[in-house]
């Protein structure tokens, strides 16, 4: 299925030109109906508080204000319009400790560079059509970090919602 994203408000945070073009580029090839940059996560906080985007594609090491810091303020800030808005962190580190600290600041998803423009469409359509519950707690408020059903755990965390979508994806098989 094609997705059309004429719709879609897209703010793009990337310090270097270049690459923030790259990605201008790709979303317009994508059909993404309006696009915004900046070029650092302070800027971007600003744009976003006035024009309240459908997503941020977001790089993680920036200055003034990284995508981590970015996405802190999105979901803390009294001045975020929406603290719910899908973030996707794109960063040239993939080792799996990134992936877990972006995780726990709140990113909704990760895109590691090199990437193609299917990897953005791809992200853009997932962060869509499943959208993520949120989380708060004392110490963290986000997008659910769990992903995957495991049938095997039966601790005392485990979930009614669990329940139902590992009843429904077994259905499914």
Do not use: C
């Not at 993520?132 to 997008?143: I, K, L, Q």
């Amino acid at each position: 299925m094609a997705f059309k994203f004429s719709k879609l408000n897209i703010l793009v945070v990337e310090d270097i030109h270049p690459m923030r073009k790259l990605f201008v580029s790709v979303l317009k090839a994508l059909g993404v109906g309006t696009i915004e940059e900046a070029k650092n996560g302070e800027e971007a906080f600003q744009k976003f508080s006035k024009n309240n985007h459908d997503i941020i594609l977001t790089d993680w090491l920036m200055e003034p204000g990284d995508g981590l810091e970015l996405t802190h303020k999105v979901r803390h800030s009294a001045e975020s319009p929406n603290k719910m808005v899908p973030i996707i962190l794109i960063t040239g580190y993939s080792a799996w400790s990134r992936v877990e600290t972006s995780r726990d600041s709140g990113v909704t998803e990760f895109l590691i560079k090199p990437f193609s423009a299917n990897d953005i469409a791809k992200r853009l359509a997932y962060v869509i059509t499943n959208p993520r519950d949120f989380v708060e707690t004392d110490s963290f408020f986000g997008p659910d970090r769990r992903r995957r059903i495991d049938p095997n755990y039966a601790g005392q965390q485990r979930r009614l919602e669990d329940e139902k979508k590992y009843s429904a994806h077994q259905n499914d098989l």
